[in-house]
């Protein structure tokens, strides 16, 4: 049986995506900007497509940049608004995806950054974001939902509070979007990154929700495409599939999910020194565990072996040979550190999937805890 | 990302589990990553009789400890001494860069091991 678990990674297109996007290719193939009907054509597409993707967000039209995915998006956010200033400060997390740490850690050249900790379960705290406010802070950038553990942040209490103190407020929604509900007619945001690969739409697009009238510094130099906030010819196929992705996304889905992942925790944690990282109210998708005494990579090697796609944050499977920093930030145990397994589900996931997952995956653990030295 | 002998070894260890009647115990800690492996010797005249592994660690790890054993089955000490990093690397038909640094700590436990046999 092959399954993917890995669908925090990636998805793989909705057929409804595949179809909606193949007539710009070969047909639709106009240049959006252009003024001839081919040109046109493109332009309303790309407009119709900007539509639905505000709508989602309960946003207007215009506020809606197409990027090239989420890390552009996040770019953008951070270094647009910094760029605006001579000096200042940032409020950001630990837990946050590279595409906002290594931007912060790049502003630092110039720029003060704190990183706020984060609980167990992996939440912020808003007395911490309060008490982290200086004279100078310029912007306040956390995430929705945590891409390893699915910890969710309460974005209406952060907003509140950078409104209270007229301070712009970012969030990386790169892996919420569409799963958990974003209105930003009711919270205070001034910024949200997304990303169309994440929901069975193609790779290589994004957009940065920017609210109306809110100042950037533009990061891509060109033309005055994207409200002239993002130059570069619009790329209108993958706008389109990114829409049709949306369009397509329901409550019915996530309830699917949220079901499946709740059955395989369930059972998963009667295998002795398991844990789940993360809370337990927590992205539809997302389910992360540790292992005591076995490490993450072998765990992952060994389901790949069977058919089943997984991540892992140990320490063994990074370029750095360093844990993640999410799972050092929630100060997880030393014996489970190195043991974790991130899977993560889609609409496409399931029941008999999961029961075979569950099946192999106990096997595997013990017969990584016989090879392994530790805990006996 | 790994070769098929690497995957043999990892999927089929030979050499592994606890030896309750050892001559000597190795263990050795990987402080890049994490690795923990622990070596089990049987010893008689000076030759490896018995030997055996335990491994926390990444498939290169555990597949370095399992292929370790076997070349060391029935050599002397000596010449156990004088297997290599490399040895085990081109047995498994190299490792990935990113992954060499598994292959040094079977030795490291291997001479902790001896050490520990020539104390007593
Ligand atoms: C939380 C989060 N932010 C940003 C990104 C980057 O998005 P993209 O792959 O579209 O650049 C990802 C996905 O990798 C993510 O999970």
Redesign the pocket.
């Given at each position: 049986m092959k399954v993917y678990l890995d669908n925090?990674a990636t998805t793989k297109l909705d057929d409804s995506v595949t179809k909606a996007i193949l007539p710009y290719f070969n047909e639709k193939y106009g240049n959006a900007s252009s003024l001839h009907s081919k040109g046109q054509e493109a332009k309303m597409a790309l407009e119709e497509s900007r539509e639905i993707i505000a709508k989602k967000l309960k946003a207007r039209p215009d506020e809606i940049i197409f990027t090239s995915?989420?890390?552009?998006s996040?770019n953008l956010a951070l270094k647009g608004v910094a760029q605006l200033h001579d000096s200042g400060h940032i409020i950001t997390t630990k837990i946050e995806?590279p595409?906002i740490t290594n931007t912060c850690k790049e502003l630092e050249k110039q720029f003060e950054v704190t990183y706020l900790d984060v609980d167990k379960e992996g939440f912020i705290s808003l007395h911490q974001l309060k008490n982290s406010i200086k004279p100078n802070t310029i912007l306040i950038s956390i995430?929705h939902a945590n891409?390893e553990i699915g910890t969710i942040q309460p974005l209406k209490e952060i907003g509140e509070i950078a409104k209270e103190h007229k301070i712009l407020f970012h969030s990386?929604a790169?892996?919420s979007f569409t799963k958990e509900d974003i209105n930003t007619k009711k919270i205070n945001i001034d910024l949200i990154?997304i990303?169309a690969?994440?929901i069975h739409g193609p790779k290589g697009i994004?957009a940065l929700y920017v609210k109306n009238k809110t100042k950037l510094k533009k990061q891509i130099l060109g033309g005055k495409h994207e409200y002239n906030l993002r130059a570069g010819t619009e790329n209108v196929s993958s706008a389109v599939g990114f829409a049709k992705a949306v369009q397509v996304s329901n409550k019915k889905d996530i309830k699917h999910m949220k079901k499946l992942r709740d059955y395989f925790i369930t059972n998963i944690l009667k295998i002795k020194h398991t844990k789940l990282n993360g809370p337990k109210e927590r992205l539809c998708n997302n389910i992360n565990l540790s292992f005591a005494y076995i490490e993450g990579e072998s765990i992952g090697a060994l389901l790949d072996a069977k058919g089943i796609c997984s991540s892992t944050g140990s320490a063994c499977s990074s370029k750095e040979l360093k844990a993640s920093a999410v799972l050092e930030a929630i100060h997880l145990p030393p014996e489970y550190i190195n043991g974790s397994l991130r899977l993560t589900m889609s609409k496409f996931t399931t029941k008999e999937e999961l029961d075979y997952t569950l099946e192999e995956l106990k096997k595997i653990v013990e017969k990584l805890r016989k090879l392994s030295p530790l805990g006996k | 990302m790994y070769t098929k002998k690497v995957m043999k070894h990892f999927q089929k260890p030979k050499n592994y589990g606890e030896m309750k009647d050892a001559d000597a115990i190795g263990t050795a800690g990987n402080e890049r990553c994490g690795d923990i492996l622990k070596i089990y010797l049987k010893i008689k005249n000076n030759k490896i009789q018995k030997i055996s592994f335990e491994t926390f660690g990444c498939p290169a790890a555990i597949s370095a400890s399992d292929v370790l054993c076997e070349l060391c089955k029935g050599k002397t000490l000596k010449q156990a001494l004088n297997i290599t990093a490399k040895d085990i690397s081109e047995y498994l038909g190299d490792l990935p860069k990113l992954k060499q640094h598994c292959s040094v700590l079977g030795k490291e436990a291997l001479k902790k091991a001896i050490e520990d046999y020539k104390k007593n």
């Amino acid at each position: 049986m092959k399954v993917y678990l890995d669908n925090g990674a990636t998805t793989k297109l909705d057929d409804s995506v595949t179809k909606a996007i193949l007539p710009y290719f070969n047909e639709k193939y106009g240049n959006a900007s252009s003024l001839h009907s081919k040109g046109q054509e493109a332009k309303m597409a790309l407009e119709e497509s900007r539509e639905i993707i505000a709508k989602k967000l309960k946003a207007r039209p215009d506020e809606i940049i197409f990027t090239s995915g989420g890390t552009e998006s996040d770019n953008l956010a951070l270094k647009g608004v910094a760029q605006l200033h001579d000096s200042g400060h940032i409020i950001t997390t630990k837990i946050e995806h590279p595409a906002i740490t290594n931007t912060c850690k790049e502003l630092e050249k110039q720029f003060e950054v704190t990183y706020l900790d984060v609980d167990k379960e992996g939440f912020i705290s808003l007395h911490q974001l309060k008490n982290s406010i200086k004279p100078n802070t310029i912007l306040i950038s956390i995430m929705h939902a945590n891409n390893e553990i699915g910890t969710i942040q309460p974005l209406k209490e952060i907003g509140e509070i950078a409104k209270e103190h007229k301070i712009l407020f970012h969030s990386d929604a790169v892996q919420s979007f569409t799963k958990e509900d974003i209105n930003t007619k009711k919270i205070n945001i001034d910024l949200i990154s997304i990303s169309a690969h994440k929901i069975h739409g193609p790779k290589g697009i994004g957009a940065l929700y920017v609210k109306n009238k809110t100042k950037l510094k533009k990061q891509i130099l060109g033309g005055k495409h994207e409200y002239n906030l993002r130059a570069g010819t619009e790329n209108v196929s993958s706008a389109v599939g990114f829409a049709k992705a949306v369009q397509v996304s329901n409550k019915k889905d996530i309830k699917h999910m949220k079901k499946l992942r709740d059955y395989f925790i369930t059972n998963i944690l009667k295998i002795k020194h398991t844990k789940l990282n993360g809370p337990k109210e927590r992205l539809c998708n997302n389910i992360n565990l540790s292992f005591a005494y076995i490490e993450g990579e072998s765990i992952g090697a060994l389901l790949d072996a069977k058919g089943i796609c997984s991540s892992t944050g140990s320490a063994c499977s990074s370029k750095e040979l360093k844990a993640s920093a999410v799972l050092e930030a929630i100060h997880l145990p030393p014996e489970y550190i190195n043991g974790s397994l991130r899977l993560t589900m889609s609409k496409f996931t399931t029941k008999e999937e999961l029961d075979y997952t569950l099946e192999e995956l106990k096997k595997i653990v013990e017969k990584l805890r016989k090879l392994s030295p530790l805990g006996k | 990302m790994y070769t098929k002998k690497v995957m043999k070894h990892f999927q089929k260890p030979k050499n592994y589990g606890e030896m309750k009647d050892a001559d000597a115990i190795g263990t050795a800690g990987n402080e890049r990553c994490g690795d923990i492996l622990k070596i089990y010797l049987k010893i008689k005249n000076n030759k490896i009789q018995k030997i055996s592994f335990e491994t926390f660690g990444c498939p290169a790890a555990i597949s370095a400890s399992d292929v370790l054993c076997e070349l060391c089955k029935g050599k002397t000490l000596k010449q156990a001494l004088n297997i290599t990093a490399k040895d085990i690397s081109e047995y498994l038909g190299d490792l990935p860069k990113l992954k060499q640094h598994c292959s040094v700590l079977g030795k490291e436990a291997l001479k902790k091991a001896i050490e520990d046999y020539k104390k007593n």
